[in-house]
């Protein structure tokens, strides 16, 4: 019976897989093996050498030094030195089997949802270093608390602000300026506005034009002659002087 190609193909393919096959050695099977381990310095049989809650193999960069302060990441809790430990920032709630809580390097992450960078001290690049952002160190973002957002650049470093506020009301301002100089407080001052007098002052005391062209009557000035008092004389003498003209005309 002529041997099959396809399962001689197989029969060398599991040899050749079989002489090199050997996985390398994971005793504490934190991903790390053991030869590899103890050329960092690392203990091969405690899956957590630094005792932050992060298994050696998973700890970001773990071979490097990421704030210069002589040890590889796989053997700092605080990779950042930003005050906050690896395990929290990585949203660890629980520690790894391997973690000694007596070092006191590994502290629970309240809320895992939120995460930091541990291997960059202020995540959001905005001047403020997780630690201080995150205040009480519990990975909880606690506003109510006077905390600000590790995540979020724009609120670090403008808990009050000090700068000139743009609102145009006049009086103090007792608002809280929070972020930005765009103020958003209330402004309990109160200006007094000017009055403006838009509407046309009547002029008292000036009548109609008299006859002719001049006040009939100058009434502010006591004791003044009533020009209207003469009408009835003028009259009279107007009459006479008609009669008159007419008598003379009917004269021979
Ligand atoms: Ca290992
Ligand atoms: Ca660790
Ligand atoms: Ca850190
Ligand atoms: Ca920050």
């Not at 071979?63 to 929290?88: F, H, Q, T, V, W």
């Not at 809580?101 to 629970?108: D, E, P, R, S, V």
């Not at 000035?221 to 004389?233: E, I, N, V």
Request: aromatic letters at 4%; glycine letters at 14%.
């Amino acid at each position: 019976m002529t041997k099959s190609p396809v399962l001689a193909s197989l029969a060398l393919a599991l040899a050749a897989a079989g002489a090199h096959a050997e996985l390398p050695v994971d005793t504490d099977g934190d991903g790390l093996a053991d030869d590899v381990e103890v050329a960092w310095g690392l203990d091969p049989n405690d899956a957590d050498t630094d005792d932050d809650g992060v298994p050696d193999g998973l700890e970001y960069l773990w071979n490097e030094d990421s704030d210069g302060d002589g040890l590889i990441n796989a053997l700092d809790y605080d990779s950042d030195d930003d005050g906050l430990p690896d395990g929290l920032e990585l949203g660890y709630a629980k520690p790894d089997k391997d973690t000694d809580l007596g070092k006191g390097h590994f502290i629970a992450d309240l809320d895992p949802a939120t995460r930091t960078n541990p291997v960059k001290a202020d995540t959001d690049g905005g001047g403020v270093p997780d630690g201080a952002e995150d205040a009480n160190h519990n990975g909880v973002y606690e506003p109510w608390l006077g905390e600000t957002d590790p995540n979020n650049p724009d609120d670090d470093g403008h808990g009050t602000d000090a700068g000139p506020d743009t609102d145009t009301g006049t009086g103090s301002d007792t608002g809280v300026d929070t972020g930005s100089d765009t103020d958003t407080g209330s402004d309990t001052g109160s200006g007094t506005d000017a009055p403006v007098d838009a509407g046309a002052d009547a002029e008292a005391g000036q009548g109609a034009a008299g006859l002719f062209g001049g006040p009939l009557c100058s009434c502010s000035a006591a004791g003044a002659t009533d020009a209207r008092s003469l009408l009835p004389l003028l009259a009279v003498l107007a009459a006479a002087v008609v009669e008159d003209r007419t008598g003379r005309a009917s004269e021979p």
